[in-house]
T-cell receptor, first 116, second 112 residues
């Protein structure tokens, strides 16, 4: 297992179009997280899954955003009717969490979205 | 509100210098703390993870300390090199089921 994979690496889209990103976590990890990062800022939490259940969503996740993790494996993040303000780096991370603790996050390389 | 603050926002040092990056957090009852490195336009690379019961962790030229009572962590980089130039991010889990909360990072430049 080579880590967390994200696809695509870059996406340029026109305002109003829909986009979908994919994340493949480390296979042994039960938690998967989506973050958004804009220039000069730290990553901001969007949502996370434990196995296939979506446990928390940030207020940043407007109704144009939807995330899924079917069968508790890979995850997709879809943005509908993109706006220029959606331009950012979208980061995916996974971790192993259980009764004995959380063993740290591993991040993917990110998907850079540019809305023109 | 649970927040993570990193000071300074940017730092420039000559090669070979030892340096300290600072991180503070608003709630001392943290679950764990993680330091990351981010190169421009890239994802995050985990450097060190400190569990709440630990005081420090070391990896090569890097040493991270944790003082929960004062709400602080420091990342010490020994004998800095130009290849250390990057943004360093501190992040913490404030309770078991909450997600990692990040600071804005410190942008480090090591000048040859």
């Amino acid at each position: 297992d080579t880590g967390v994979s994200q696809d695509p690496r870059h996406k340029i889209t026109k305002r109003g179009q829909n986009v979908t990103f994919r994340c493949d976590p480390i296979s042994e990890h039960n938690r998967l997280y989506w973050y958004r990062q804009t220039l000069g800022q730290g990553p901001e939490f969007l949502t996370y899954f434990q196995n296939e259940a979506q446990l928390e969503k940030s207020r940043l996740l407007s109704d144009r955003f939807s995330a899924e993790r079917p069968k508790g494996s890979f995850s997709t993040l879809e943005i509908q009717r993109t706006e220029q303000g959606d331009s950012a780096m979208y980061l995916c991370a996974s971790s192993l969490a259980g009764t004995r603790g959380n063993y740290g996050y591993t991040f993917g390389s990110g998907t850079r979205l540019t809305v023109v | 509100k649970q927040e993570v603050t990193q000071i300074p926002a940017a730092l420039s040092v000559p090669e070979g210098e030892n340096l300290v990056l600072n991180c503070s957090f608003t709630d001392s009852a943290i679950y764990n703390l993680q330091w990351f490195r981010q190169d421009p336009g890239k994802g995050l690379t985990s450097l060190l993870l400190i569990q709440s019961s630990q005081r420090e962790q070391t990896s090569g030229r890097l040493n991270a300390s944790l003082d929960k009572s004062s709400g602080r962590s420091t990342l010490y980089i020994a004998a800095s090199q130009p290849g250390d130039s990057a943004t360093y991010l501190c992040a913490t889990i404030f309770s078991g089921n909450t997600p990692l909360v990040f600071g804005k990072g410190t942008r480090l430049s090591v000048i040859a």
